[in-house]
Structure formats: structure tokens, C-alpha cells
């Protein structure tokens, strides 16, 4: 399988604080991977940097490389809205803007410069089918997107990144907000579609990193400490520290 | 005394506490409308104001004072809309920001009689605009600025950073996220800031009285040329508001009538703005909905 997202020796600080102490990894198309370890690891910090959202924080440095389909996302050349659009997120929190679930998926299509209205009513159905929702939906596409439940929101959004077809998608603990019926829904939807998209999957769940993931990596304190296929790691994992965490005897 | 006891011990305190405020609240509001509203008439609202007999009306103060409001929120809306929208989302955490902000605490703070002086030392004879309510406007803006923008700003705070970055992560700038999807969010806390002001305005006698003037000139109604001295839409003309009109009337007024005059008007005043209010949450509302739930453009 090809790589499409490979990082080397990615340092990040703030300040005089280093969070990121080196991390090189490779991430396979159409996989999805799993980013596991305790809370302040770095795990999310590192997801963040795939799509540059931490740019705009004060005092950053990043250092090092991050290369999507061999192109490296922080040079200057490269442009925001593209690589977004490229590798779409999901944040821990359902995140749908305060529009209705129509408008909150064609924000973006628009954004993308689709202007033709069949095309977007044709991907907002698409994307909505796609994150499990649209059953739930089809029929008040023009309510306020806010005013579902929890889980309900967190597939929206999901449908919202999916829409611009992006290659890559970011999750930052999508389902700790959820309760664990609306969780368990997210993570079909997510088996389901790895065959489209490459999933990166920040959680703190072990059980849902083993269900879903194909590759999972071990970070703790900004390293990245082990990273494998996941039944490698469950099974057989290479250092004590990686199982001890992995069988839940700290973290 | 066992936590039982001292439970209903507290409750009863608060519930204690909260009815002196509710009392005086209704007390307040009830005199005024009780003493007022039996003199409300159409005769009142729609005759001019007289100087020495019984009977006038406060046609031309009511007109006055919703004009006076439009044109301050005219003015200060996008002024307070910008600095709070720099407040929130540009600046950074600094001596220059907190500067700023210290600068909007004292300006809320600032007495409205200063203000007033102050634009009458300003407006009136510095730019030679004369009583005018041009010169009311902008006295009103200076003293309503400082309030808009920290109302203005917490409500842009309010929105949670995680829809921020769910803009950012979908490949908005900055701005476009500020204006699709902040401000959108931040509406209804906006509006609340916009009323609270509104009423602070309407009600604002202090700071019109060496600005806008406490006489009104002859205004004809069916004049619409701006430019014309006698025009209701003439902003160099000077204008008497319905609270300026309440003070004078009880300070310097000669008509036999004064306390029913000052009695209605005050009523009056209350309740343009409760109208107002409800307007404006009426309004705040079809406009979060169709910003928010529009049918698909």
C-alpha cells in the first residue's frame, strides 16, 4: 500500500516547552490509524499538525518535516485552503456551525468553489448517506443543525469533512463526548468508509483503537515509543511500557 | 444550627432578596405608569409641545429621540462591531491590548454630564455644528461606545474556540470564519448588548442637553429634503428629546401642567422602550433563523 502521509524527526515547542520531541512516521492509504496514549503525550499535538492547525498559536515552532502525497505541507508555497480541503478533520466535540445540516454541508462545498446546485444537493445526500445520518436528517435538511443530539452532530460533521472528498481525515477523539450507542454508530461509520478515506485517529478508548484500527502508535511524553500494525501491538507489543499501557496498568 | 436549618435558614434569605429587588422594580415601574398612562393621549403624542399654557403635547421630543437613537446606533454600531471583533479575535494578550481595554473601562465609566460638555466644548462651538443633532449623535456615540464594544466583545468571546477551529480545519481564513460562522453565533448575545445600550440612550438626558439643545425648532413632517432648516430629517437642527423634555419641564418649565406632562413622558418613555426591546428580540430572532436555518442559497 502507498504512503500518503509520511512525517520526519517533527519537533514542536512552545515557548521553551518541547512537546513534540522527534516523531517520524509513515501513514498508509486507506488505513485507519490509531494515535493512542496517555493524556499530555503529544497524540493530539501531533494530529494537529497534519493539517496545521497549530499554526496560529502563539510562540509555536514546528520543525521537521511533513510530507502529504510527497508534498511538503509546510513549505511556503503550500496553500491552507487546499490542504484542508485535502486532509478534513473532526474534532473531539461535535462541531456543526450554527446553520442548517444543508448549509453546514455545502459551506464548505461552496468554499471549494462548487457552484452548481445539483452538485452540492447531489454531495450533501452523498456525504450525509456516507456518515449514517442521512436517514436520521432527510427530512429537516433546513433545521439548525445544532438542535440534534450529541451523536447526531458528530456524524454531520463527519458528512461535513467527507463532503469536499477529502483523501486524509483527522479525528480528535470523536467519540469521547458521546455516549456509547452514538460511539459505537461513529465507529461502523468509520469501518465503513476506510476503504474511501485514510482515517488518523487521536483516542483514548483501547477497546475502539483494537475494533477499528488497522495500525496503532504509542506516544507518551512527545515520543512517539512504538508503532505497529494493532494486533502486533496488542498481541505482541515490543516494549514493557507499551503493554503495560495497552493492558490498562497505567494511564 | 444543623445544615437543615440553615438550608431554609439561606433560602429564605435569597427569596428575601430577591423581592426587595422585584419590589422596587414594580414599585418603580408601576408609579411611573400608574401616574402616566391616564394622561397618554393621541392628543399628546401627536401635538407640539407648548410653552406657557396647559395641553401641550411631546409630539416632536418622541420623533427626537427615536432619530437621535437611530442615528447614534448608525454611527456606533460598526465602529463598536470592529473594535470588539479586534478585541476578541486580533489582539494580542499585551500592554497595548490591555491599554485598550483599561481606556473602554474608564470611558464606560465617565459620567454622561462630561460627556455632554464635552461635546458641547467638541461639536457644538469647536466644529461650529451649533445645538444639533448631529452634535447629540455623535456626544451619544462617545458615551455609548465604550459600553457597545465590551457587550459586543463578550458575546464574540462566547462562542467556543471549538467552532473556530472546525472553521480553520475546513479551510476559512480568519476572516471567513469571523463572518460565517463567529459573528452568526455570537447574534443573539450582540443583540442583547444592542438593546441594554438602546435603552441607555433613549433614556440619556445628561449628555443631549449642551449637545442636541432642550429646544426644538418649528419641524414640518411632509418636508423630506434634509438640507432644509425646517426638515424632521434636518441633522443641524437643535432637538429636544423626550428625557430632555422631562427635565426641563420639572426645572424650568412655566406651563401649569408640568407634572402631568413630566408624568406621561416619563411614561411614555418606558414604554417605547419596552417596545423597543421587544422589537428588537423579535427581530434578533427572524434574523438568527434565517442566518442560521436559510433555506439553501
Known sequence: MTTIISSKDVHLSYGNF????????????????????????????????????????ANVKITGEIKFENQDIYSPKTDLVWLRKEVGMVFQQP????????????????????????????????????????????????KNAQSFSGGQQQRICIARALAVHPKVVLLDEPTSALDPISSSEIEETLLNLKHEFTF????????????????????????????GTTSDMFMKPQKQITSDYLNGRFG | MNPKTANKVATAGIYALVSIVVIILIGILGNILVSGVPHLSWHFLSSQASSFQAGGGVRDQLFNSVYLLILTMIISIPIALGAAIYLSEYAGDNWFTNLIR???????????????????????????????ILAGALALTFFNLPTLTSNFEQAIDGVSQAQRDAGLALGL?????IRGIVLPAALPGILTGLILSAGRIFGEAAALIYTAGQSGST??????????????????????TLAVHIWKVNTEGIIPDATIVSAATSALLIIVVIVFNFGARALGNHLYRKLTAAKAS
Open chain 1, 18 to 57: 518541547e512537546a513534540l520531541h522527534g516523531i517520524s512516521m509513515d501513514f498508509k492509504q486507506n488505513e485507519l490509524t490509531a494515535l493512542l496514549g496517555p493524556s499530555g503525550c503529544g497524540k493530539s499535538t501531533f494530529l494537529r499538525c497534519i493539517n496545521r492547525m497549530n499554526d496560529d498559536i
Open chain 1, 95 to 142: 462541531t456543526p456551525f450554527p446553520f442548517s445540516v444543508y448549509n453546514n454541508i455545502a459551506y464548505g462545498l461552496k468554499l471549494a468553489g462548487i457552484k452548481d446546485k445539483a452538485l452540492i444537493d447531489q454531495r450533501v445526500e452523498e456525504s450525509l448517506k456516507q456518515a449514517a445520518i442521512w436517514r436520521e436528517v432527510k427530512d429537516d435538511l433546513n
Open chain 1, 200 to 227: 488518523i485517529m487521536v483516542t483514548h478508548n483501547l477497546q475502539q483503537a483494537s475494533r477499528i484500527s488497522d495500525m496503532t502508535a504509542f506516544f507518551m511524553n512527545g515520543d512517539l515509543i512504538e508503532y
Open chain 2, 102 to 132: 483599561t481606556t473602554i473601562e474608564i470611558l464606560s465609566s465617565l459620567p454622561s454630564i462630561v460627556v455632554g460638555l464635552f461635546g458641547y466644548l467638541l461639536f457644538v462651538v469647536q466644529f461650529n455644528f451649533g445645538f444639533s
Open chain 2, 173 to 177: 481564513s480568519n476572516w471567513k470564519t
Open chain 2, 219 to 240: 419641524i414640518d413632517y411632509a418636508n423630506w429634503n434634509p438640507f432644509s432648516p425646517t426638515s424632521f430629517l434636518n441633522v443641524m437642527r437643535p432637538a429636544e
